[in-house]
C-alpha cells in the first residue's frame, strides 16, 4: 500500500522561505515519479516540480530558480524547498508519486499521470 505524508507547510511573509517533506512507503522498483502540485482557491491543481528518477528533474515556469525539489538517499522522504516566496505561492501543496515498470513514460507534471496523492500541507505567503 502506498502511502504519502505531507508536513512543513506553515505562514510566512512575502520574501521567506520554507520547506516542505513528503514521507512515501510503498512504491514499488522501476521507474519512480514524485512530484508536488497545488491547488489555490479556486484553482486548478497545477504541477510544481518533479522528480525522474530515470530522467530529468522538471520545474514550472513559475517556481524557476526559486524552488528547489530533492529527496534522501532512501528516496523515502521528498523535499521541497522555497525561497523568495510570493503571495501568488499561497496553496495547498500535495506531494504525489507514480510508480511503473523501467519502460514507462517519461514523468511529466500532469495531475492525470499520478494515481498516488498525500493529503496537502497548506502554505500561506502574506504581502
Known amino acids: 500500500q502506498v502511502q504519502l505524508v505531507e508536513s512543513g507547510g506553515g505562514s510566512v511573509q512575502s520574501g521567506g522561505s520554507l520547506r516542505l517533506s513528503c514521507a512515501v512507503s510503498g512504491l514499488i522498483n522501476g521507474r519512480i515519479c514524485m512530484g508536488w502540485f497545488r491547488q489555490a482557491s479556486g484553482k486548478e491543481r497545477e504541477g510544481v516540480a518533479l522528480i525522474d528518477s530515470l530522467g530529468p528533474t522538471i520545474y514550472a515556469d513559475s517556481v524557476k530558480g526559486r524552488f528547489s525539489i530533492s529527496q534522501d538517499n532512501d528516496a523515502d522522504t521528498l523535499y521541497l524547498q522555497m525561497n523568495s516566496l510570493k503571495p501568488e505561492d499561497t496553496a495547498l501543496y500535495y506531494c504525489?508519486?507514480?510508480?511503473?515498470?523501467?519502460?514507462?513514460?517519461?514523468?511529466?507534471?500532469?495531475?492525470?499521470?499520478?494515481?498516488?496523492w498525500g493529503q496537502g500541507t497548506q502554505v500561506t505567503v502574506s504581502s
Open positions: 504525489a508519486a507514480e510508480s511503473g515498470p523501467y519502460h514507462m513514460m517519461p514523468c511529466r507534471l500532469s495531475v492525470l499521470r499520478y494515481p498516488y
